[in-house]
């Protein structure tokens, strides 16, 4: 990765980390799920309230308090996930996940993932791979956890 890019990922997760989106609560939500990275100590709360359906993300909020990645994670996923189905959800995380294996995005995983791709370089910091996933693990708990209850 050449040192521009580099640098702007890293202004792209500077920014997120300072005025994350979608931080706050949702009263009505459908689910909430708890995840702490012991680690760091990081920790998470994500909720989410899917459409009449059950089967689109209509709202999600998060509340946490870790470090600049786990937050800008949190906050870029909030942009991304909202008004999605649970299939696309689903594949929003798994692209993520292996994106932080260490595996080598597509172009097609550049669009899906946005500002997500920022993430890459957190590969090559092993310690920092459950920071970033701690709001997408945390969502897709949640999510899982609002189907159930629809049933």
Known sequence: MSDPLASLYQEVILDHSRRRAGEGELPDADAAHFERNPTC????TMR???DATGERVKALAWQGDGCSISMASASVLSELAVGRTVEEVDELVSTFRELL???EPSEADEELL???IAFRGVAKFVM???CAMLAWVALEAAVAE???SRD
């Open 128 to 130: 920092r791979v459950k």
């Open 146 to 148: 609002a189907r159930v």
């Open 114 to 116: 946005e500002d997500a």
């Open 101 to 103: 294996r260490r595996r």
């Open 48 to 50: 989410v309230r899917l």
């Open 41 to 44: 100590g990081d920790e998470l």
